[in-house]
């Protein structure tokens, strides 16, 4: 059969394909069912809510082609390419499946979609589509860790900019890390205005429009990347014009409609300067066309009932199929891995007095709380019996698979104005937890002629860890060996004194960890 099977007649040939591709979505399906439907709740976000929009326009985007596709016959060998890819999906779920990390399974579902379509229509046919199926990849939600550190450099930035423009209308105002001082009032640059939310949807967007838009190739790539600045500027001119209503208006120019019609107004802003791009790189072409005719939806030629009919079904492609109803099998009998939780102690019995120094507890606000998404956490300021106080704060998480994990104080810092001016990891002599040799990262910032020391360190299921994406591997490691995620950042920060040195914010600082730091493991278990 030289590798495919045949039909015997073109519509039992037909009829074969049709079942195959409903016994492969059914079985793809409930194989991925717990990441699908954890990509559900994140497409009810408004930063990803456009995730259903954009499965159709794949789906589009791929039948536009369907009468090309009748013509690209498929080389055995390069189905079994896309054989090959399943199969690396396959064991990408098997992974998320095992870690209990949706992401996985999400990254994996993208490589069986390719590897089906790789499977069935062979390299010639994936060259014909690739566009829409590329598209799926802007529908998958950031990790956790990109999306908290993006976010806070584009607040930085929007700030900046916003008080430019507010500043344009002589309007006394002064700005702190992403706080804009207006003097009667305060407005808060939080996450939800970091413009993440116009970031995602327009750059799904701009490659749509690079898509249709038949023009060089740079040209489509410029209106794809330049959804990026076009977003920021925008967010950070909505961001000014708030600013400067409120302070003609009041603070309700902040709030409720008004604030979120301006959002959707942005956004209209935006969809039409990316469209006002495309048509001025059109006239600048030497032979430049009608807009109409380079910028449009192109429906496809009609591809005739029986085009399809007659042709070798791959073997690589009834190989994928039945790869996925195994899948499917193996995950109904590997069932939802439940992650164990650790037993520990609430962060409610910390001890507040120790050896020579007396704590006083603080409270996070719920608005900071709702985007931590913390599990339990220690918050307090300790006064030394000199007259020194360091503030010590932990933050726990008993799960961190599913988007809730430590934020890093190197991206929060600069969030609250002050300047990171000395950022070292360095080993602490003669100091030990949970058994081992303790290292932290030492963080000198300033704001003004205000100092502080901050020495923090990520305490994760028994390691003490300094960088953030080893925290991420290890994260990944001993949710597949030992089937938790569980963990903590620690921090400690003190003040300096005008004229006092840095060393002496150190003794300070070391002295609280000799004191606390073997109390820790029985809220932060190994």
């Not at 993208?110 to 379509?117: C, D, P, Q, T």
């Not at 709030?255 to 935006?270: N, P, R």
């Not at 956490?377 to 932990?394: E, K, P, R, T």
Request: glycine residues 10%.
């Amino acid at each position: 059969m030289n590798g495919s099977l045949l039909g015997r007649h073109p519509v039992q040939w037909n009829f074969l394909l049709l079942f195959l591709l409903l016994i492969a979505l059914v079985a793809g399906a409930l194989a991925f069912d717990s990441g699908l439907a954890w990509l559900g709740k994140e497409w009810g976000r408004e930063e990803y809510s456009h995730g259903y929009l954009l499965v159709l326009v794949a789906l589009f985007m791929v039948l536009q082609k369907r009468s090309e596709l009748h013509l690209a016959s498929p080389a055995d060998r390069s189905t079994w390419l896309g054989w090959a890819a399943l199969l690396a999906g396959l064991l990408a779920l098997l992974l998320g499946r095992l870690t209990t990390l949706h992401i996985i399974e999400h990254y994996g579902l993208l490589m069986v979609i390719f590897g089906l379509s790789g499977a069935l229509l062979g390299w010639r046919g994936v060259r014909l589509i690739w566009p829409g199926l590329l598209l799926l990849v802007f529908a998958i939600p950031l990790p956790p860790f990109l999306y908290n550190n993006l976010s806070g450099q584009l607040q930085l930035i929007s700030s900046q900019i916003g008080v430019a423009v507010i500043s344009l209308f002589d309007i006394p105002v002064y700005l702190e890390g992403n706080v804009i001082d207006l003097g009667v009032y305060q407005l808060q640059v939080v996450e939800a205005c970091s413009g993440l939310r116009y970031l995602f949807p327009l750059m799904s967007f701009g490659y749509i429009a690079a898509y249709l838009y038949k023009g060089p190739w740079w040209h489509r790539l410029l209106v794809l990347l330049s959804t990026i600045p076009i977003t920021v500027l925008m967010n950070s001119f909505r961001i000014g014009v708030i600013g400067v209503t409120v302070d003609r208006w009041g603070i309700e120019m902040a709030e409720g409609f008004l604030h979120d019609f301006e959002g959707w107004v942005i956004f209209m802003s935006c969809t039409a300067i990316l469209l006002l791009e495309m048509w001025l790189l059109n006239w600048s072409r030497r032979n430049h066309e009608p807009f109409r005719e380079v910028f449009g939806v192109d429906f496809g030629g009609n591809a005739s009932p029986g085009a399809f009919a007659g042709r070798p079904l791959p073997t690589a492609f009834v190989a994928s199929v039945v790869a996925l109803v195994i899948a499917m099998g193996g995950m109904f009998a590997l069932g939802e891995r439940q992650e164990l939780i650790p037993t520990r102690q609430e962060f409610q019995q910390f001890p507040l007095t120790l050896d020579g120094w007396k704590g006083k507890s603080q409270r996070i606000e719920d608005r900071y709380l709702d985007s931590l998404k913390l599990t339990d956490y220690h918050m307090a300021d300790y006064l030394s019996a000199q007259g020194d106080w360091v503030n010590f704060y932990v933050a726990y998480y008993d799960s961190q698979r599913s988007g809730a994990s430590a934020h890093s104080p190197r991206s929060c810092i600069p969030g609250d104005g002050w300047r990171i001016s000395n950022l070292e990891t360095q080993p602490v002599p003669g100091i030990e937890i949970a058994g081992h040799p303790l290292t932290i990262n030492r963080v000198q910032i300033q704001k003004g002629d205000n100092r502080q020391l901050v020495y923090y360190w990520f305490q994760q299921r028994g390691r003490i860890i300094n960088n953030e994406y080893l925290v991420k591997w290890y994260l990944f490691w001993d949710a597949l060996t030992r089937n938790r995620s569980d963990g903590a950042l620690v921090r400690f920060t003190t003040p300096l004194r005008p004229g006092e040195q840095w060393a002496e914010g150190d003794a300070r600082i070391r002295e609280l960890i000799r004191q606390v730091g073997p109390k820790i493991v029985a809220y932060v278990p190994e």
